[in-house]
């Protein structure tokens, strides 16, 4: 089992930044891919980025890609994502998950065993 606890999430005015953080607990040794996830009201759950937690391999979605940075301190299993020139089209709940079965970096929600419980991030217009 893996605990995931999303924080950081917050209000924001667009062009604005934030920082998510994700602290990682119990069969940590065992995670091979983290991502982030956001789901809007009405919409479904749609992927943002995914990191390997061992190398550097990254992965994003196009609507993030150059605004968003994805990372992790393995040290302290947690995952991090850096969220700069936000706009309001981010406003979503912002989930962690982990993959403790692949090391392929999958944008598929269902691929991801272990989830966190959310963070809301509103990006006011």
């Known amino acids: 089992q893996v605990q995931l606890v999303e924080s950081g999430g917050g209000l924001v005015q667009t062009g604005g930044s934030l920082i998510l953080s994700c602290a990682a607990s119990g069969r940590t040794s065992s995670t091979y891919v983290m991502g982030w996830f956001r789901q809007a009201p009405g919409k479904a759950r749609e992927f943002v980025a995914a990191i390997r937690w061992i190398g550097d391999t990254t992965r994003y979605s196009d609507s993030v890609k150059g605004r968003f940075t994805i990372s992790r301190d393995n040290a302290k299993n947690t995952l991090f994502l850096q969220m700069n020139s936000l706009k309001p089209e981010d406003t979503a709940v912002y989930f962690c998950?982990?993959?403790?079965?692949?090391?392929?970096?999958?944008?598929?929600?269902?691929?991801?065993?272990?989830w966190g419980q959310g963070t809301q991030v509103t990006v006011n217009s």
């Open positions: 998950a982990a993959d403790t079965k692949r090391t392929i970096m999958l944008r598929t929600a269902p691929t991801y065993e272990y």
